[in-house]
């Protein structure tokens, strides 16, 4: 009774965690719920309903064989089961013999439990049927537990890094100065004073479009639990923060031309490194201030292992992902390719995005229902120059077994 008790307990706690997360999901997006979400959790009241009253009647026979074994137990102890040895093969056994009549099956089972008959509990004992687990194994159900197990993140380290904005159409342009005025030093009174003309050119910006589909039959969303769509569009907001971290993790790569050499992960190969990309970013992009390091894997790696003299940790790196060095704030993201490092003003580039979100499609032919998951977004690097990326002499071993592992994580 209590195991089965308790899979009624556990099939009702899921249920009503599946309409928290779906009701939750709803308000998180600042949305209703959508008329097969209400229907869901409308079927999934109904059986919670069902749920609750089983639980009740069988919680009620529970209690009243307690109150019984507590009352049994107050009349004297449990009669012990009694096993004689025998011959290896024993005769088979034939209850017409044992009990030729009703009556005598009656008296047996009266000599047994109110006088406590030795030799009547052994005849009852061998006329009891032991029914097992094995006699019934269809009317054991394998029920499915606890939340779903989906390792995957939907982080975006990389893109949660720098700015986030929402686009406000496809193609737009994003202002941007490229020639200041002037002032300077007047050499004698009333003589010109200096003079030029500010030029505010643009950045483009152009959103790519990241979609998916799936079709999915109305049977496999009436009668899972907990709802298959609940199940998949917690998948596809996970691989679609997977796909768009990685490719704009490659584009801002990419967009950088300014190197500086970091030839080993020692403590001043590193602030050389820093210090020259420091002056780089000031020299080139109008005074920027380099604020934020983002790394690899295998550079992750390799700076946590550095340590000072003393053997204390060179960088605040811990394992959690996050950290700083050199007072920077340090980015480590596993879409970034190997042997990345790269400093700079994180101002100077933005994320912008579109999100369209889960979409849904009835398709009553096929009896099925059209699902997807769509966002726009683009990476715009406003400053080049405002970074600088290191030509990493060191780590060539890593290297090979980070490239592997990428290339055949995604």
């Not at 449990?78 to 025998?86: D, E, K, Q, S, V």
């Not at 537990?145 to 995957?152: A, Q, S, Y």
């Not at 966002?375 to 600088?388: I, K, Q």
Request: one cysteine or more.
């Amino acid at each position: 009774m209590g195991k089965y008790l308790d899979r009624l307990r556990e099939e009702f706690d899921t249920i009503r965690t599946g309409i928290d997360v779906l009701v939750d999901r709803a308000a998180d997006e600042g949305r209703d719920v959508t008329p097969d979400e209400a229907r869901q959790v409308e079927r999934d009241e109904a059986r919670m309903g069902d749920l609750a009253a089983a639980i009740e009647h069988y919680a009620g026979i529970e209690a009243t064989t307690e109150r019984v074994s507590a009352v049994r137990s107050t009349a004297g102890p449990t009669p012990p089961n009694l096993h004689r040895a025998g011959p290896p093969e024993a005769p088979a056994y034939d209850l017409t013999e044992e009990f030729p009549t009703a009556g005598d099956y009656a008296a047996t089972l009266h000599r047994a439990w109110v006088d406590k008959d030795p030799e009547a509990i052994e005849k009852i004992e061998r006329a009891t049927a032991h029914q097992k687990t094995t006699d019934n194994p269809g009317l054991i159900p394998r029920p499915v537990v606890g939340p779903l197990i989906n390792t995957m993140s939907n982080a975006r380290p990389f893109v949660s890094s720098i700015p986030n904005r929402p686009a406000p159409t496809v193609k737009f342009d994003r202002p941007k100065v490229t020639q200041h005025v002037d002032v300077g030093k007047q050499a004698v009174e009333k003589d010109l004073t200096a003079s030029q003309v500010m030029t505010i050119g643009t950045v483009p910006v152009a959103l790519d479009t990241w979609a998916g589909h799936l079709n999915v039959s109305k049977q496999d969303i009436r009668w899972t639990q907990p709802s298959i769509l609940q199940v998949i569009f917690d998948d596809f907001t996970r691989i679609y923060a997977r796909r768009t971290d990685d490719a704009y993790a490659d584009e801002f790569v990419a967009a950088i031309t300014q190197t500086a050499a970091l030839a080993a992960s020692d403590v001043a190969s590193i602030d050389a490194f820093l210090r020259t990309a420091y002056g780089t970013v000031q020299t080139n992009a109008d005074d920027s201030m380099i604020d934020t390091v983002w790394m690899s894997l295998d550079i992750w790696t390799a700076l946590g292992n550095a340590r000072l003299a003393n053997g204390a940790p060179a960088y605040n790196l811990p394992l959690t992902g996050v950290g700083d060095v050199n007072g920077l704030r340090a980015v480590v993201d596993r879409n970034f390719a190997a042997k990345t490092l790269i400093t700079g003003d994180s101002q100077m580039v933005e994320f912008w995005e579109d999100l369209e979100g889960f979409l849904t499609v009835d398709e009553p032919n096929v009896l099925g229902q059209l699902v997807g998951y769509a966002g726009y977004c683009d990476l715009a690097v406003l400053a080049p120059t405002a970074f600088v990326k290191a030509v990493v002499g060191f780590g060539d071993e890593a290297t090979t077994e980070q490239s592997t592992s990428k290339s055949g994580g995604k």
